[in-house]
Nanobody, 114 residues
Framework: HVQLVESGGGSVQAGGSLRLSCTAPGFTSNNCGMNWYRQAAGKQREWVTWISTDGSTENADSVKGRFTISKDKAKDTVYLQMNSLKPEDTAMYSC?????????WGQGTQVTVS
């Protein structure tokens, strides 16, 4: 059974910061790309950012310059540093392994920006 575990969500005022973590045992260390997605209430899931096996990253236009994805292979953990948060960033944030690694999801962590 594959289990990804997100943490770090919470409530923050606009302009604030949060850092989300996604622990994915065996995946980052096995060279899997990782995604972060988010889904706001009543809206479709939205892709946020991606980190590849070589560490290169891509971000959605809506978060460019504010969000940064990174990873620590030794800890099998991917991070999402979110700065300058806006109310429209409010959503459930979930990590996902790359398709080549099974496209597994975590349970998500809620971020609320007011």
């Amino acid at each position: 059974h594959v289990q990804l575990v997100e943490s770090g969500g919470g409530s923050v005022q606009a302009g604030g910061s949060l850092r989300l973590s996604c622990t994915a045992p065996g995946f980052t260390s096995n060279n899997c790309g990782m995604n972060w997605y988010r889904q706001a209430a009543g809206k479709q899931r939205e892709w946020v950012t991606w980190i590849s096996t070589d560490g290169s990253t891509e971000n959605a236009d809506s978060v460019k310059g504010r969000f940064t994805i990174s990873k620590d292979k030794a800890k099998d953990t991917v991070y999402l540093q979110m700065n300058s948060l806006k109310p429209e960033d409010t959503a459930m944030y979930s990590c996902q392994t790359s398709r080549s690694c099974g496209a597994y999801w975590g349970q998500g962590t809620q971020v609320t920006v007011s």
